[in-house]
């Protein structure tokens, strides 16, 4: 347990659909990141919160959105859900900006059909 | 635009012998570089870091090798474990940009 927690682990949905993932970042962690791996692909940067503010923004579409919560819990809102939206999402935490490394979440997997 | 490249999808080891996982980039202004390893169904896990200022860095059985001039950096296992099998990313960063461009990772099976 890397004191990440992602849920949920899985998530099945149709076209058109709005979807929501949560993460709660190991305690004492004030930055979030959020991440996506499609098939065969790297992780991809979505975004990055730091004690509730919006630090970095990478490849993330308009149809994504996220926040940071005061709790410091985030979510991941992904909306007008495509098949090719279809990856394993995955959160990441650390105590200040990073450059120590994060600690990863197990990820949610979405499936969109 | 892929500016970190892992370009060995898979990679098979005796058990017992080295490792050599490697890892290319493109922009010249990373200067800190972590691995990670990822078992399935799990969230990749920070093994090592190595920052532009050194060009090694050890850690037990796990070093990290940079090489500045040729944009490069190697991640060797030695002895290799059938628990090291796994998939490996590198991952690279510019200081205070809070962002990590991830490799597509390598895929390293060490055979018993």
């Known amino acids: 347990d890397s004191g990440v927690t992602q849920t949920p682990k899985h998530l099945i949905t149709a076209t058109g659909q709005r979807v929501t993932l949560r993460c709660s970042p190991r305690s004492g962690d004030l930055s979030v990141y959020w991440y996506q791996q499609s098939l065969d692909q790297g992780l991809q940067f979505l975004i990055q919160y730091y004690n509730g503010e919006e630090r970095a923004k990478g490849n993330i579409l308009e149809r994504f959105s996220a926040q940071q919560f005061p709790d410091l819990h985030s979510e991941l809102n992904l909306s007008s859900l495509e098949l090719g939206d279809s990856a394993l999402y995955f959160c990441?935490?650390?105590?200040?900006?990073?450059?120590?490394?994060?600690?990863f979440g197990s990820g949610t997997r979405l499936t969109v059909v | 635009d892929q500016q970190v490249k892992q370009n060995s999808p898979s990679l098979s080891v005796q058990e017992g012998r080295i490792s050599i996982l490697n890892c290319d980039y493109t922009?010249?202004?990373?200067?800190?570089f972590l691995w990670y390893k990822k078992y399935p169904a799990e969230g990749p896990t920070f093994l090592i870091s190595i920052s532009s200022i050194k060009d090694k860095n050890e850690d037990g059985r796990f070093t990290v090798f940079l090489n500045k001039s040729a944009k490069h950096l190697s991640l060797h296992i030695v002895p290799s474990q059938p628990g090291d099998s796994a998939v490996y990313f590198c991952?690279?960063?510019?200081?205070?940009?809070?962002?990590?461009?991830f490799g597509t990772g390598t895929r390293l099976k060490v055979l018993a």
């Open positions: 991952a690279a960063s510019v200081m205070g940009t809070y962002k990590y461009i």
């Open positions: 990441a935490s650390s105590p200040g900006t990073g450059q120590q490394g994060y600690t």
């Open positions: 922009n010249s202004m990373f200067d800190y």
